[in-house]
């Protein structure tokens, strides 16, 4: 009986000293000065501009932490935590609990790829690899008025090892109602999605399909938050310049309301590039555009900017852009939930104030700020 455990005990041991792990903290603050005119007035009347200190114009503030635990074998137990908040007040996210992009475990084999679990940014956010302005806030989600950046939660995800050249990730996210797709019940309805890359040297494509379900029925009814999304982006790198460009197409379902000619479709493109002319200057001009129907009308966003490296970890930044709407249309700089501008009073007497300009206005804007990554 004793040499057992004491095998067993030996046995543990050896677990123990194999097994090892590490945990990293890391985070990023964004902060600057904005000026935007053409917003509407409190009553979208008229227009109104504003000056302000903004936090995350660039690139979202977060904090977060990341852990490995190597098991043996080539496998091994992964772990993600982050979170976003304001710099310029210091308050977490508002939505989602204290993690709201990431909360994550899984585990990893470099022979057969990742599975993880948990919440997670949508697989929609893989337009990021592709966008001449990363996903800053006036690009690639500002005329989908946001239906490229969402998380995801009761996600479960698998990406692949690259295999000559190509990777594979997928997403599928539970509705955890009693009715697969959603019913009311719970504040998501089933997601899911699938992205294929190709990477080289000299370029990279990106096919990828999403989906969202609205949560009441699980239909696709609204083509900024119930919908179906296709998505084709490529990347070319030419020495100092990188040229970056995507199609997406989004859709609907028979079942999308016909209230108010709100569009059922969504084709959507953009296109730009940047100029490394320094190891730390870069220059950047981009096009974003995007035609709804049912009268919804067209946008197009124009934009240059550039960052400039202090170190490797902190850099300044500066973006200037403007939209331009058609008769029918009222997109903004920012991603705002369609819809009338200025102040909006909910059921519950709640005032929210919506930047979307008054119908075929325009909006322009600057931004300038500093952003250091830890």
């Given at each position: 009986m004793k040499k057992a455990l004491l095998a067993a005990a030996l046995m543990s041991a050896g677990v123990v000293a194999h097994a090892q792990s590490s945990v990293t903290l890391y985070g990023r603050l964004d902060a600057g000065l904005e000026y935007i005119s053409g917003l509407p007035n409190a009553n979208y009347t008229g227009s109104?501009?504003?000056?302000?200190?903004?936090?995350?114009?660039?690139?979202?503030?977060?904090?977060?932490?990341?852990?490995?635990?190597?098991?043996?074998?080539?496998n091994k137990v992964l772990f993600q935590l982050e979170g976003s908040f304001n710099t310029m007040n210091g308050?977490?996210?508002?939505?989602?609990?204290?993690?709201?992009?990431?909360?994550?475990?899984?585990?990893?084999?470099?022979?057969?790829?990742?599975?993880?679990?948990?919440?997670?940014?949508?697989?929609?956010?893989?337009?990021?690899?592709?966008?001449?302005?990363g996903q800053s806030n006036w690009s690639?989600?500002?005329?989908?008025?946001?239906?490229?950046?969402?998380?995801?939660?009761n996600n479960i995800a698998y990406q692949s090892p690259k295999f000559y050249g190509f990777d594979v990730y997928g997403q599928y996210a539970l509705s955890?109602?009693?009715?697969?797709?959603?019913?009311?019940?719970?504040?998501?309805?089933?997601?899911?999605?699938?992205?294929?890359?190709?990477?080289?040297s000299l370029f990279q494509l990106r096919g990828m399909y999403d989906e969202i379900r609205n949560n009441?029925?699980?239909?696709?009814?609204?083509?900024?938050?119930?919908?179906?999304?296709?998505?084709?982006?490529?990347?070319?790198?030419?020495?100092?310049?990188?040229?970056?460009?995507?199609?997406q197409a989004v859709r609907t379902s028979a079942a999308a309301s016909a209230v108010n000619a709100a569009p059922t479709s969504l084709d959507h493109e953009w296109g730009g590039v940047t100029w490394q002319a320094t190891p730390a200057a870069a220059l950047i001009a981009a096009v974003y555009h995007v035609n709804a129907n049912k009268g919804g009308g067209n946008a197009t966003i124009?934009?240059?900017g550039g960052s400039y490296n202090l170190s490797k970890r902190t850099l300044l930044d500066i973006q200037v852009a403007t939209v331009r709407n058609s008769k029918s249309a009222n997109f903004g700089l920012d991603a705002n939930n369609a819809g009338r501008g200025g102040n909006?009073?909910?059921?519950d007497g709640t005032v929210s104030y919506n930047e979307n300009p008054l119908p075929g206005h325009s909006q322009t804007g600057v931004y300038a700020g500093i952003q250091h990554s830890f």
């Open positions: 109104t501009s504003r000056f302000r200190a903004e936090s995350g114009d660039w690139g979202t503030s977060l904090w977060g932490m990341k852990g490995v635990e190597d098991i043996g074998g080539g308050q977490g996210p508002g939505g989602g609990g204290l993690f709201n992009r990431w909360a994550t475990v899984g585990l990893s084999n470099s022979a057969y790829g990742t599975l993880t679990m948990g919440r997670m940014l949508f697989i929609s956010n893989g337009v990021w690899d592709f966008d001449p302005f690639s989600a500002s005329l989908v008025r946001g239906r490229n950046w969402p998380q995801s939660s955890n109602a009693t009715n697969w797709n959603g019913n009311g019940t719970t504040p998501q309805g089933r997601e899911a999605g699938l992205q294929v890359t190709y990477t080289s009441t029925n699980g239909n696709f009814t609204d083509p900024f938050t119930a919908s179906r999304e296709y998505t084709a982006a490529f990347n070319v790198f030419l020495g100092q310049f990188k040229i970056q460009g995507a199609y124009y934009t240059i909006i009073t909910a059921s």
